[in-house]
């Protein structure tokens, strides 16, 4: 009967290794695939297990700053607009 307690406790190990080997290996691929891609940065897994690909900071700013003017744009030619009169 204590072989069988033994044994039970070095599965529950293995079992419980199990998950972190796996993202271990999964967050290596996706590094491998993400080093090919200039514009990410390296991927990086969160407290609650999500993996996160971010997007370079830079490019971020630059269209954050595009999508601004662009607003903008539409805002002023939207004034410009006659207004109906009912």
């Keep these: 009967?204590?072989?069988?307690?033994?044994?039970t406790g070095g599965n529950a190990n293995?079992?419980?290794?199990?998950?972190i080997?796996?993202?271990v290996e999964l967050l290596q691929k996706l590094t491998e695939i993400v080093t090919e891609y200039h514009d990410y940065e390296a991927p990086r897994i969160r407290s609650d297990g999500d993996i996160i690909i971010s997007l370079n900071s830079d490019l971020k700013r630059n269209r954050q700053a595009f999508?601004?003017?662009a607003?903008?744009?539409q805002l002023m030619m939207d004034r410009d607009k006659p207004k109906r009169y009912r």
């Design 1 to 7: 009967m204590s072989n069988d307690k033994n044994n």
């Design 67 to 69: 999508q601004s003017l």
């Design 21 to 23: 080997k796996t993202e």
């Design 14 to 19: 293995s079992t419980q290794s199990e998950p």
């Design 71 to 73: 607003d903008a744009v």
